[in-house]
């Protein structure tokens, strides 16, 4: 009942925002994040164009008020089909989100731990540990 409840509510504050009732607009009600803004955004990171990936961040996702635990489960999807980055990195970027997930839950401020998220993915997009992880020995 809570979750209907809560549905309707959204489809009346979508409605008494613009008129129309679409998916972009429940979309944006219900805080849904786009999976394409949080590819440019790692593209941006990974290309070395921080700022930009930043501006992106704050611009279309945190300022639009997408859910930041939805944001999480975003990111996660995106970085684990990123078959173009070397293991290392996605192991290390999903530690980064894990930690940034659970930072933000616990009333961190969104914001800094977002663009510290977007910071590491651009570091870690580099990171290669020869082929073995540190401890492992090929």
Do not use: C
Request: no cysteine.
């Amino acid at each position: 009942q809570g979750d209907l409840r809560s549905g309707i509510n959204s489809l009346q504050d979508a409605a008494a925002a613009g008129g129309t009732v679409d998916v972009s607009t429940v979309d944006s009600m219900v805080g849904l994040v786009d999976q394409e803004v949080v590819e440019r955004i790692l593209n941006k990171a990974f290309g070395g164009e921080l700022d930009l990936a930043m501006h992106i961040l704050d611009v279309e996702l945190l300022k639009e008020g997408a859910n930041t635990e939805l944001m999480a489960e975003a990111f996660l999807k995106v970085v684990k089909r990123r078959d173009d980055l070397p293991e290392p990195a996605r192991v290390k970027l999903i530690e980064k989100l894990a930690e940034t997930e659970w930072r933000v839950r616990r009333a961190a401020n969104p914001a800094v731990q977002w663009h510290s998220f977007i910071a590491d993915a651009m570091v870690a997009r580099h990171l290669d540990f020869g082929g073995a992880y540190p401890g492992e020995t090929k």
